[in-house]
């Protein structure tokens, strides 16, 4: 776990592990952690993959509630990609962060 802080751009292939809706900003971070996703294409970020409300997507609110930011990640190996059926942020979760909750719901199956 990490606090990169990065903003990431929408990708061109969700092969490349960023998928097509994001919020479409970009800062200098995000070309420093997330170029690798590009040429291993071993990770994807899932919450660039689903389509949600632009208010699901920022992981971040300033605290006086001007700026809101995407910059908070749920990065998977491309072989669990598919057990993914929704990745979006609770901005109703209530404790004390200038950060969203960001939750991903999974199909797993168990065999035993």
Not at 17 to 36: C, Q, V, W
Not at 41 to 63: A, D, G, V, Y
Not at 69 to 80: A, F, M, P, R
Request: with cysteine; hydrophobic share 35%; proline share 3%.
């Amino acid at each position: 776990m990490g606090g990169f802080n990065a903003k990431v751009m929408k990708g061109s292939s969700k092969h490349q592990g960023l998928g097509f809706h994001d919020l479409g900003e970009r800062n200098s971070k995000a070309s420093i952690y997330f170029p690798s996703l590009k040429r291993t294409k071993l990770m994807m970020i899932l919450n660039t993959l689903f389509i949600c409300q632009k208010r699901r997507k920022h992981t971040w609110i300033s605290p006086k509630g001007v700026t809101n930011n995407h910059i908070d990640y749920i990065l998977v190996s491309e072989s669990w990609f598919s057990t993914s059926l929704n990745c979006n942020t609770k901005p109703s979760a209530d404790f004390d962060a200038d950060h969203t909750l960001l939750k991903d719901k999974l199909k797993v199956k168990w065999f035993v």
